[in-house]
């Protein structure tokens, strides 16, 4: 039986590089995207019968619904093996706070949090269908410790990762749920062609990273991967960071 996956924000960066990476371990990849372009060179990379692609924006309760009704179109009677959501708002600065409009928060609350409510309501009944499904969300290290000004990003990583235990408890045996905590993942090279750069890291920026360098977009999907064959982990946070986030720092 083929594996099947959903990636949300599949069109550039971390969701990208999993989609390529599912896609070579053989599996059938829907990648979903609010950008267009984005998501055409992705069907210009993937050979069309292993791969969807649809224009979705999933903050949008009726664009998910439309998307999910044609990836259960594209799926038939197989299931759904893994969804990933992994679409977000990858700039966390939001400004101070007396400046920050309901609007704007509400952006940054969408596009992540409630995402990924909508997608797991809506593959819900194709994930159910797979033995040993898994939905695995993509929070951020930001839902632990923060820097100034950033108040949306991290409040909505914090609720992502509190939907995570809540949604493993109601949703297994069937269905495990997970987070992945990426720390600073360099996605330059993982553009699409008009916005992609070379990443230009300095010394100090490798020091600070006990595993001697900055994260790529592959090590997250290899931790998808992983967890995917975990079966005994569920409504766990999964820390990818090159242990940046347990070094001890002294203000000198
Ligand atoms: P990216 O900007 O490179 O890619 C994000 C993709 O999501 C884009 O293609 C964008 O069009 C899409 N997207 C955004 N909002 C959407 C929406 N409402 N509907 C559909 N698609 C949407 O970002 P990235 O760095 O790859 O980040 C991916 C995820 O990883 C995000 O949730 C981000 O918060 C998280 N993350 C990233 C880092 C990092 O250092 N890159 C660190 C921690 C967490």
Redesign the pocket.
Known sequence: MDRTIVI??G?????RATALHFHGLGWRVAV????RD?LEEMSDILPAERCLTVA????RESQVKRAFARISGWLGDMPLTCLVN?????DPYCGPLEKLELDDWQRWID??MT?AFLCTREALPLLRRAEGACVVN?S??RSLMSEPETFAYAAAKGGLDALTHALAVSLGPAVRVNSIL????E?GS??KAAERREPRQSAADRQQHPAGRVGR?EDVAGAIEWLVGAGFVTGQRIVVDGGMTVRMIYVE
């Open positions: 949300t924000g069109g550039a960066g971390i969701g979903l995207d609010v950008d984005a979705c924006d999933v903050g992994n679409a977000g708002i990858a596009a992540s995402a993509i951020s290290t990426p720390g600073w993942i996605t993982w553009q977009p």
